[in-house]
């Protein structure tokens, strides 16, 4: 699974939650267990893969350089995670430097197409950023969530909080920030469907055709289903299992006692 996205329909609702969240300047929620995808699905929003390798370097101005840019200038979003124990401090310079990176990124694109832009007579300075996405948004403390709140209303900067299931009655003990939520989204597991097609392309990774009207194959995908729950990150820990214990075995067929040893070697998470 590693390396390639696959965009899921949770993928696709957390993006609708993400522009109706940035369109009405709001501040919005996200939710739910480990290892869904949630953070995949913030990062992807953003393009952060491509715009934060550049940010954390700044400078060498490669070949994609206008492709970061106009990533940039698309998402208009920065993916944030604070660090363990944060101090208001430096978090506030940490959304400061990355605003600024993204958009100074943001209007280079502008330039680049031919665009001039003064930034001399915009003060303060309006930001191409419209949304910053906070993960582990649990790390927060109350100052922190204060700033944050502070920043928001300040500025014309969306926020979207990232955690677990929780966070939302986490958040209700500061009023003053949940009285300006506007959404909030719960992230959930692949559901059956989705599973399957996971699957397919699982299976097919291992050189195998997955096909559920063969009784082992649909007894397999059941085991797999029962086990994992449709939890992404249990699946990326399985399959090399799996992979395992075909090979040590010189099996061939991936069966139910092929994933039940699998999994017996996977300690946490899967019982
Ligand atoms: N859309 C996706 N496509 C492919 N793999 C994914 C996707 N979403 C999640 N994963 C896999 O599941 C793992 C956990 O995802 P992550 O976003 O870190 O979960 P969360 O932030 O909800 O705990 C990732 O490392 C990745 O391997
Ligand atoms: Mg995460």
Redesign the pocket.
């Known amino acids: ?2 390396g ?5 329909k949770e ?1 696709r609702r957390f993006t609708e939650f993400a522009d109706a969240v940035r369109k009405q300047h709001t501040i919005g929620i996200c939710f ?1 267990p ?8 913030a990062r992807r929003y953003a393009h952060w893969d491509v715009i934060n390798s550049f940010i954390t370097t700044w400078g060498e101005r490669g070949d994609d350089y206008p492709k970061i840019c106009a990533a940039a200038h698309r998402a208009r979003t920065v993916f944030y995670t604070p660090r363990i124990s944060t101090t208001t401090k430096a978090l506030e310079n940490d959304l400061d430097s990355a605003t600024t990176q993204v958009d100074q990124c943001a209007s280079e694109h502008l330039r680049l197409h031919g665009q001039t832009v003064d930034h001399s007579g915009r003060i303060p300075w309006k930001p191409f950023v419209e949304l910053v996405t906070i993960d582990e948004s649990e790390r927060l403390n109350a100052n922190c969530l204060e700033l944050m709140r502070d920043r928001y209303d300040r500025t014309n900067v969306a926020f979207i909080l990232i955690g677990m299931p929780g966070i939302e009655k986490q958040f209700s003990h500061y009023p003053q920030l949940y009285s300006r939520l506007g959404f909030a989204h719960q ?1 959930r597991t692949l559901g059956h469907d989705e599973l399957q097609f996971v699957l397919t392309r699982q299976w097919k990774k291992l050189g195998k055709t997955l096909d559920l009207d063969d009784f082992t194959d649909a007894q397999a995908f059941a085991t797999v289903e029962r086990i994992t729950r449709g939890n ?2 249990l699946l ?1 820990r399985l399959f090399p299992q799996i992979e395992r214990v075909l090979k040590i075995n010189d099996l061939d067929v991936i069966t139910n006692d092929v994933i039940e040893a699998a999994r017996s070697t996977l300690v946490i998470g899967t019982t």
Request: hydrophobic letters at 40%; charged letters at 15%; a positive charge.
């Open positions: 699974m590693t390639t996205f696959i965009v899921t993928h739910g480990a290892g869904v995808g949630k953070t995949l699905s992230y992404f990150r990326e």
